[in-house]
């Protein structure tokens, strides 16, 4: 069912039209006529509808204004009511807001951390790195010497004709020298 803008016509409203309609319609011909015996009571018929109209009407925009006030109270106490419930929303909301803030404060907090630990295991490894570098460079620098000396001393033994060392010859009389002083101290003592 809908609501009209306008409001019905009160039965106060439509009595009150009536009242005036019929003093009118008795002070009319009674004027016309120009009878002051007809005038008169019609006159005073027209002021007393004409009072009673005016009480009616009184009575009628009275209480229109009573409905509207009482209407108007209703509307404040709901939303007055709707003020509590959409601060109860705001408060609600704010505490979300203010938790999802906290959160975010703390989640960045934490990734701070991590990042500021994450530079530093960064740093510790570029270090570690470079020290190896620098080991794998010394031990490349040790293997080159290394084998450049063991190529020199494998073109020395390529080029060696043996003409340095002792003969056979020279080895057992090597040999026979060292048994005979060996054993020339083991005579003296015997």
């Not at 609501?3 to 009150?16: D, G, Y």
């Not at 080895?171 to 003296?188: F, H, N």
Request: charged residues 25%.
């Amino acid at each position: 069912m809908s609501k009209s803008r306008r409001r019905q016509r009160s039965v106060r409203f439509v009595v009150a039209t009536s009242l005036l309609a019929v003093a009118a319609l008795a002070v009319v011909p009674s004027a016309i006529a120009a009878n002051v015996a007809m005038l008169i009571p019609s006159s005073l018929f027209a002021v007393l509808a004409g009072f009673c109209a005016l009480r009616i009407m009184r009575n009628e925009i009275l209480q229109t204004r009573r409905d509207w006030a009482a209407d108007r109270a209703a509307q404040a106490q709901s939303y007055q009511e709707l003020a509590v419930v959409r601060q109860a929303e705001h408060d609600t909301f704010a505490t979300a807001l203010t938790q999802r803030l906290a959160d975010r404060d703390e989640a960045i907090v934490t990734l701070r951390g991590t990042l500021k630990l994450s530079e530093r295991r960064a740093d510790e490894a570029e270090r570690r790195a470079r020290e190896q570098a620098e080991r794998v460079s010394e031990l490349r620098s040790t293997v080159e010497e290394l084998s450049t000396e063991q190529e020199a001393a494998a073109d020395a033994i390529a080029t060696w004709d043996g003409a340095d060392l002792p003969t056979i010859v020279d080895l057992m009389s090597w040999e026979q020298t060292t048994a005979t002083l060996t054993q020339e101290p083991q005579r003296k003592e015997a």
